[in-house]
């Protein structure tokens, strides 16, 4: 994990420098905000859970009323599963983001339609010490026996951000296009305990953040 961190925080400084050097219009943004977040999936039942996420953008014109965005990000999300007792069990999952975006400038500096494809590290699960002994529903599985998800993933970006060069505020929607449960299916005993089933699930995000340009 640390060196996964490792190599995408080089990746990203050195894409932001590079386009920050290449036009006067370059802006480089620190951003924060808040996320909810569910799992789609057909295995348990999944509720939406806030948290929060944070980073660095650069914006560089690219062409006409286009511009790019390189950013990174690092998140720690949560979302819900129920228990057999019909009780919340809080999931908690961090990692880091980097983005590679295309935006397309409706009113120059001050609103941007923004999409594209988002790279994800995760971390294991996390579940509460007195949650991770229970039985999720529908299932024979102990909370915190599929806390080992697949530790990289993808999702799509599709936003928009409104504002002044220096304040700009954004809401976006993420989706996980890949299996970010698929690393489970490599255990059959877990599988039996999943009534058979082979485990699918996808992360959605809707966000809400504010970006301060430099």
Known sequence: MNKNLIA?????TTLGYAQYGNKDGNRIGISAGISQTTLFTNNFDASPELGFAGGLSVRGNYYNNWSMIYGMQFFSNNFSLKSSLN???KY???GVQVRILF???VVEDHVSLDFGP???INGKLKVDPTEEN???KGTLLAAN???DISPVSGNFYLGCSAGSRTIRAVIFYEYGFTNILNKLNKDDALQALNNGDKFKGNLGS???QVIINL
Do not use: E, M, P
């Open 118 to 120: 988002v790279l994800q």
């Open 145 to 147: 026996q599929i806390v």
């Open 103 to 105: 935006s397309y400038n």
């Open 134 to 136: 229970q039985t999720l």
């Open 92 to 94: 908690n999952i961090q």
């Open 8 to 12: 995408l925080l080089l990746f990203a």
């Open 87 to 89: 009780q919340d069990i």
């Open 206 to 208: 809707i966000n809400g």
